[in-house]
């Protein structure tokens, strides 16, 4: 089989177009092409008149044509054979693990990451069990309703604690930037697949999955990780690790107080789990872990992360700029965007977590603090687009100090956000245009808010760093000039966003063990090496590897 790459098409162009351009670009008898199918479809809107399918294909074709074609230099430009992007285990326990002098594996966390960590595991052999500080999906998805509905919030149950993570509540991006050359990815969403997604996320450039249709596919994974032997233990939050006196063999230049080797981990019931491999698999909001971790003397060091607003506009306006005459096509389905501008002040503003026809959420996690999110359903049809429109700031700049000044910044951030809102976890909201112009805004106009449970009428620059307001209205009137109607007057800022990644970073070795507790796994958005469900899966994989390889070395798959 080949692969052929780049065929592009007409967005409206018929079913028998695609063969007949696969035919002319290899020059080809239509004899030849046996079969294809598309690995890849995703699409080029640059010019909104014209916008293009650009499809990547598996070719099957008569043994001699794909004979002469890989024999050709120049055809062989334009084709390779298939990669392959199975997935292999690289060990698997014996089928009596665990022994009695064996312990199993600890997940902590059961967001993208600890999901997928444990599946893998599970899968090996390993039956790891999962300690979660949340509820089950159902019951956090009623738990969370509670406070958009009814602004009443649950410490250990909401939008970012919980089975499926802070991802579950969100526009379900199944796509990242990493670097994936085993077609790890590619693993993440043919699990995802099998346990209820949409076949179509192997197909498009940017899949999304949807929050409604997350909740099932979590369901179904846990179950499947029960089969092969896991437990999954929800309400159990780790409050304490356990270490043995062994001396690392890590450089002392690394900067980290040898600590040796970690042995299990005490829970807020008071029990006490024994393991020599644990998986840290929280999320960038479980600031109580990142504190235990500091005063336990893992290495742990700041990291840079943004803080900004959300920002709404009606859909069809971001359709309208992005599509033109094509919007409302089933293929395009909602417009969405991705900007970056570099400011005079020497800060850079952009777009995060765009959401396409979704609504602003109550994300915070804390009592007492305001955090926005976005989120979407699969369909992705609300009235409005939000994304988060923020500003990257670096610790030796915006928070020196202690390791974790941080989340005291996003704390002071949040809690002001509170009060501005009024105390009652409504959110602070502005117009774009009294945000540009300084002035308080005190009536809405034709952008109605989606955020729940309520909203404020303020003056958004008394909630941000100086510095952060000004690079941000600079930013929306240069957006402007890439999406028409972007600066529209009556699009609405709600704040604040802060929890865009994690603020610290739990370092790690090439073998994925802290470079300074050996068995500790750190891994994930929490730990600083995942930025989204995807990426968050695929480290999950590489941790759950880890550890089998660690195990089992001599066991290592073909």
């Not at 969370?144 to 410490?155: N, V, Y």
């Amino acid at each position: 089989m080949l692969r052929l790459n780049e065929i592009k098409l007409p967005l409206n162009h018929g079913e028998e177009d695609l063969a007949l351009a696969v035919i002319e670009r290899l020059d080809i008898a239509a004899a030849d092409l046996l079969d294809f199918s598309i690995f890849k479809r995703s699409y080029d809107a640059r010019n909104n008149k014209q916008i293009l399918l650009i499809y990547q294909l598996d070719l099957t074709l008569t043994p001699a044509a794909e004979e002469s074609l890989l024999a050709n230099p120049k055809s062989a430009l334009l084709v390779q054979l298939s990669p392959d992007t199975s997935y292999y285990f690289v060990a698997k326990a014996p089928a009596e693990f665990p022994q009695s002098e064996q312990q199993r594996p600890l997940v902590i966390g059961f967001g993208p990451c600890g999901l997928l960590a444990a599946l893998l595991l599970a899968q090996m052999g390993l039956k790891p069990i999962v300690l979660e500080r949340g509820q089950n999906v159902r019951q956090r998805t009623k738990d969370t309703w509670g406070l958009w509905r009814k602004g009443e919030l649950k410490p250990e149950s909401n939008v970012q604690f919980g089975e499926g993570g802070a991802g579950t509540f969100s526009d379900g991006k199944l796509y990242s930037q990493v670097r994936d050359r085993r077609h790890l990815g590619r693993k993440v969403l043919q699990e995802f697949v099998a346990s209820g997604a949409p076949a179509e996320i192997l197909m498009v450039s940017k899949p999304h999955i949807g929050t409604f249709k997350l909740v099932t596919m979590v369901e179904s994974i846990r179950a499947k990780i029960i089969a092969l032997g896991g437990q999954i233990r929800f309400e159990q939050k780790v409050v304490t690790i356990h270490r043995e006196p062994e001396a690392s063999d890590q450089p002392e230049d690394r900067g980290a107080e040898k600590m040796g080797q970690i042995s299990g981990v005490t829970l807020n019931s008071g029990e006490t789990l024994r393991s020599r491999h644990v998986v840290l698999a929280v999320g960038h909001s479980a600031r109580d872990i990142f504190e235990m971790l500091v005063e336990q003397n893992v290495y742990v060091e700041p990291k840079p992360f943004s803080i900004g607003f959300r920002i709404e506009h009606p859909q069809s306006v971001i359709d309208d700029a992005r599509f033109g005459k094509f919007k409302g096509h089933p293929i395009l389905g909602a417009a969405d965007y991705k900007l970056v501008h570099h400011c005079k002040n020497g800060r850079s503003v952009y777009s995060f977590c765009m959401c396409p026809g979704g609504t602003v959420v109550a994300a915070t996690s804390e009592t007492g603090r305001v955090v926005t999110n976005g989120m979407s359903e699969y369909s992705r049809n609300e009235r409005n687009a939000n994304a988060a429109i923020v500003v990257g700031i670096e610790p030796e700049k915006d928070y020196p100090g202690d390791v974790l000044a941080g989340i005291d910044l996003q704390r002071r951030l949040e809690s002001r956000a509170f009060e501005l809102g009024g105390g009652d976890y409504s959110a602070p909201v502005q117009r774009v245009g009294d945000f540009l112009a300084n002035k308080p805004t005190t009536e809405l106009g034709t952008v109605l808010p989606s955020y729940r449970p309520g909203i404020k009428l303020v003056n958004l620059a008394e909630l941000l760093p100086a510095f952060a307001i000004e690079a941000i209205r600079e930013a929306i009137p240069a957006f402007e000039k890439q999406i028409k109607g972007f600066a529209m007057a009556d699009a609405l800022l709600t704040g604040v966003e802060t929890r865009t990644s994690s603020p610290i970073s739990i370092r790690r070795g090439k073998d994925c063990q802290s470079i300074n507790t050996k068995g500790l796994y750190p891994a994930g958005e929490g730990a600083g090496y995942a930025g989204g469900i995807l990426s968050a899966g695929i480290d999950g994989i590489k941790v759950a590897e880890a550890i089998a390889l660690d195990l089992f070395p001599t066991s290592k798959q073909g």
